[in-house]
């Protein structure tokens, strides 16, 4: 057997397992850190549970990575995000589909 660069062919798979056993614990710990911190922030009535009646307040409240959700219906609000997160428009219900709407700048 070729010792590819190694001094016995056992020097070898004691350094392919040592690198192993490192790549498997830094994959441990990095999906246990990104699936624990996500979470989901309900704007509006159309969901059960606990909601937030302002995308204001839901954004405010949220972490970064996390995504706030938003009900059809009207927002009378500007809101500025200052954080890496997602806002998403929920599902359109009995056929309302989720808008969003700028603020003219001559306003």
Not at 32 to 37: F, K, L, P, R, V
Not at 70 to 98: H, R
């Amino acid at each position: 057997m070729q010792s590819r660069g190694f001094n016995s062919p056992f020097e070898g798979r004691r350094t392919i397992k040592r690198a192993q056993v490192a790549l498997g614990l830094l994959a441990a710990l990095g999906w246990g850190a990104g699936s624990a911190s996500a979470a989901i922030l309900n704007v509006g009535s159309c969901v059960g549970g606990t909601t937030y009646p302002t995308i204001s307040a839901a954004v405010t409240a949220a972490k970064a990575g996390d995504t706030v959700s938003v009900c059809p219906g009207t927002y009378p609000e500007i809101v500025t995000i200052t954080k890496n997160l997602s806002v998403v428009g929920k599902a359109p219900v009995a056929g309302i589909y989720p808008t969003v709407k700028f603020p003219s700048e001559n306003q």
